[in-house]
Each structure stands twice: as structure tokens, then as C-alpha cells.
């Protein structure tokens, strides 16, 4: 599968950083508001609805939260004015005063464009943000059906993307072998032969109770499972007709029919499943761990410092992001000796640098001179230095990996270079 354009890959992660930085604001009451506008609503239509909401909040009781609500709605006001119409897939204000904690509050405001139309005209005033028409664009389009299954066991489940989602697992009542002779061996084949088919009614009522809701997002449905039971279940025609004909050929070979065989069943499916972001991103962190068990020849960097000094000589293939990165590259300077010095932190830690001293000369007067983020920075030198960037989930193992042992940043190199520095040799004695 060719690599995601970069710039929809950042567009995708700015939209969800977004929505990161707007679900933390929390307010102290139910005064943070939310509007969302369709792209077919009247201007004057949500003007008057708002007029309208500004004067029932005067009736609200608490002096503060009416006092916050009615700026909240008078500074959306005020920004709806200036749209003759809503942008093409519309537009949602989220306004109001969130909390800071020692019973203070700051103002946000936060705009944003949704990358698809919005449906829905809503209003919500509440102790946080209204983002479930958001949300519910941060999706995967392709979603699999799983089904992995024996005599004895079953389970069902879902691929969304990159992640495994188990939905169902059932026990059968199927007896084992028997040691019995004579008539009485006909008798109980007979029992086993009803009971196994009773079983295999029983998982298409359950893949038609979980997948048909789903049939025109289902991309297809993949079917393992140990022995030979999954071809007969298939070739006997249990599934609905509709579900039947989005069984992937070849049926898998798994060892397993629970929940990990999900996972097995996916892994078994590499072949068929070749395109979708979950196979695409095990192949390429596998890559990345076989370069850097090569070592000094290994085609491999990661961590920041590493994958800075790799970008900088333009030796970067690949750089690969994880999703999950929250870090801003800030730059501070300290207004007494104007000494400047850059780090690269996670949101949570910056105010607590600029509550510190100064490196250089140890007075507390440090500000922030430049903040950017870091993901979108090494988005924009990636593509300057002609390398692919890929942004990986942390929904997958790989990615999880990425994310918590390599710092959530690696490179695949065009050639090997000297990255890391030696360690200091320990003094003798």
C-alpha cells in the first residue's frame, strides 16, 4: 500500500489534536457552550436562536455562571456575525471559561471546520464541551468481520482500522468423541451431528445480529478457526446470504478460537488484508526493528535527538510518528539576562519551566518566546527533506511500541549514520 499523502496525515492529526485540546477544557458548572451550525442553516436563523438563548440565561441562578453563560453566547455572537453563510461542511463554536484550578477560570475559544458536513443544528450548554458530532468523524472507513471457530468455541469480532475489536465468544454444547459401540454409536453421532448444527445456527444468528447493522461498512468478513469445521460451516451455507458473500477466500488456519485467535486471524490475513493501514503499519515497525538489530549497519534511528541529526544530514526514509506524541517544541527566554534555550516537552510541563529558574542565571523570569508543535514540526521537515512521514496509531501493538519505547518518533534511513553518541567512559577508581 502507497504511504497517506503527509498532508492528510497532518490534517488528520491536527483535526484529532484539536479535538484533544477542547474535550480537557472542564468548567466549573454548566457554563461552557457549544454551537454547531450545518452548512445549509441561515445565519439570521442562528442569530435569533441565540438572541433568544442570551435572554433565558439571565434566569439562571448562580451570579457567576449567568454572568459566564451570557459572555460565552455574546462572543459566539459576535463570531456568527461575521459568516454571510456557514463554510461548505459548516462550522462549531466552543466558548465559555474553564477551570485552572485554586477556584480561578481563563476564557477559550475554539473554532473549528469539521473535514466532513455537519448533519445536525445543535446547541449545548454543560460543564464540557459537546464533541459527539466531531468524534464520530475520527474514524476508519473499512471495517472486517471476524470469525474464528470450532466445534467447541466461537468468537466474533470486528477490525476498525488498526484495532481488534472482540464483540461476542460462546461455548458450545457439542459432546466429544464417544467410546460407545453398536446401535448406541449411530445414536450419539446422530446427537453430536444435531448439536453442531444447532451450533453453527446459533453463530449466524449471532454474525447476522452483529454484522448486518454494519453491512455497508463491512469490506468483508474473514472466517478461521482449526480443522476442518469453518469449511463446512461456509461451504453449507449457514451465514445469511448477504454476510455469505463477504467471506474472504481462502478461509484461515488458526490454532486458536478465542479472543487472541482474533488477533491470529488478523495476522494469518496479511495477504488478503495487504492495503489496510493495521497490516501496513506491523510491516514497517517489523522493518524498523530489523534495522536496528543490525546496529552499526542497521538502516534505523529513533528518539528525538537521533532522528533530529538524521533529518538534519537529509539521511531519513521514512519517518515514522507516533499519533499519540503530545509535545510542544518551545522556545524560552528569560527577560532578565535574555538567555534563550529550546526543549521539547509533553502540554503538562511547560508551565512548570516557565514557573523555574533560568538556566543561566537562575532568576524566575522566564517567558515563552515561540511555541510549535512537535508533531506538525517534524510533519514539515520530513517533507522538506523528501522523506515519507507516516503517523502510526497507538491502537496496534507496533504502535504502542512505537509510542513507549522508542519516544514515539523513528526513522528509517537511505543510508547508515553515525547517531548515537557513546557513552562517557566511567572514571577508574
Known amino acids: 500500500m502507497s504511504a ?34 450545518p452548512p445549509g442553516k441561515q445565519v439570521s436563523d442562528v442569530m435569533a436562536y441565540l438572541r433568544n438563548e442570551y435572554a433565558q440565561s439571565s434566569n439562571i441562578k448562580s451570579r457567576t455562571t449567568r454572568k459566564n453563560v451570557m459572555w460565552a453566547i455574546e462572543s459566539i455572537m459576535g463570531r456568527v456575525r ?5 463554510p461548505p461542511n459548516g462550522v462549531a463554536f466552543f466558548v465559555g471559561r474553564k477551570a485552572i484550578g485554586a477556584d480561578k477560570t481563563e476564557p477559550v475559544t475554539f473554532i473549528v471546520e469539521p473535514p ?17 458530532p466531531l468524534l464520530a468523524m475520527v474514524h476508519e472507513p473499512d471495517v472486517w468481520g471476524l470469525i474464528v471457530m470450532d466445534r467447541a ?33 449411530h445414536r450419539f453421532e446422530r446427537l453430536i451431528e444435531h448439536a453442531a448444527h444447532e451450533f453453527f445456527v446459533k453463530i449466524a444468528e449471532m454474525a447476522g445480529e452483529l454484522f448486518l447493522p454494519r453491512k455497508d461498512r463491512l469490506k468483508g468478513i474473514l472466517l478461521g478457526g482449526p480443522g476442518a469445521t469453518k469449511e463446512y460451516f461456509y461451504k453449507e451455507g449457514y451465514l445469511q446470504y448477504e454476510l455469505q458473500q463477504k ?22 490475513a496479511t495477504q488478503t488484508l495487504h492495503g489496510l493501514e493495521l497490516t501496513e ?33 537529509g539521511a531519513v526514509d521514512t519517518l515514522l510518528i507516533s499519533e499519540g506524541l ?12 535574555q538567555h534563550e534555550f529550546r526543549r521539547t516537552l ?31 514540526s517534524l510533519f514539515r521537515r520530513g517533507a522538506e527533506s523528501g522523506a515519507t512521514v507516516r503517523l502510526i496509531s497507538t491502537e496496534s501493538e507496533e504502535g504502542e511500541m512505537l509510542e513507549k519505547a522508542f519516544h514515539g518518533v523513528a526513522a528509517i534511513l537511505r543510508y547508515p549514520i553515525a547517531t548515537r553518541v557513546p557513552p562517557r567512559p566511567r572514571a577508574s577508581g
Do not use: M, W
Open 4 to 37: 497517506p499523502p503527509a498532508d492528510l496525515e497532518l490534517a488528520r492529526y491536527s483535526f484529532q489534536r484539536k479535538l484533544d485540546e477542547i474535550a480537557a477544557a472542564k468548567g466549573r458548572a454548566t457554563e461552557l457552550v457549544s454551537l454547531y451550525v
Open 82 to 86: 461575521q459568516y454571510k453563510q456557514p
Open 116 to 132: 466532513e458536513p455537519l448533519n445536525t443544528y445543535l446547541y449545548r450548554c454543560d460543564s464540557s464541551f459537546q464533541l459527539d
Open 153 to 185: 468455541e466461537v468468537t466474533l469480532g470486528l477490525l476498525k482500522g488498526k484495532r481488534v475489536e472482540p464483540l461476542r465468544n460462546r461455548q458450545s454444547q457439542v459432546p466429544s468423541k464417544h467410546g460407545r459401540g453398536g446401535q448406541s454409536q
Open 247 to 268: 467471506v474472504v477466500q481462502p478461509l484461515f488456519d488458526t490454532g486458536y478460537t478465542d479472543e487472541y485467535g482474533l488477533k491470529e486471524l488478523v495476522e494469518k
Open 281 to 313: 503499519e506491523k510491516r514497517i515497525i517489523q522493518r524498523l526493528l530489523n534495522e536496528i538489530r543490525k546496529a552499526e549497519t542497521g538502516l534505523a534511528a529513533y528518539g528525538e535527538v537521533d532522528v533530529n541529526h538524521a533529518l538534519d544530514v
Open 326 to 337: 503530545r509535545k510542544q517544541r518551545v522556545t524560552f527566554r528569560c527577560t532578565s539576562c
Open 346 to 376: 509533553p502540554d503538562s510541563e511547560i508551565d512548570a519551566v516557565l514557573d523555574g529558574p533560568c538556566p543561566n542565571c537562575g532568576q524566575r523570569a522566564l517567558t515563552e518566546a515561540k511555541n510549535e508543535d512537535f508533531v506538525e
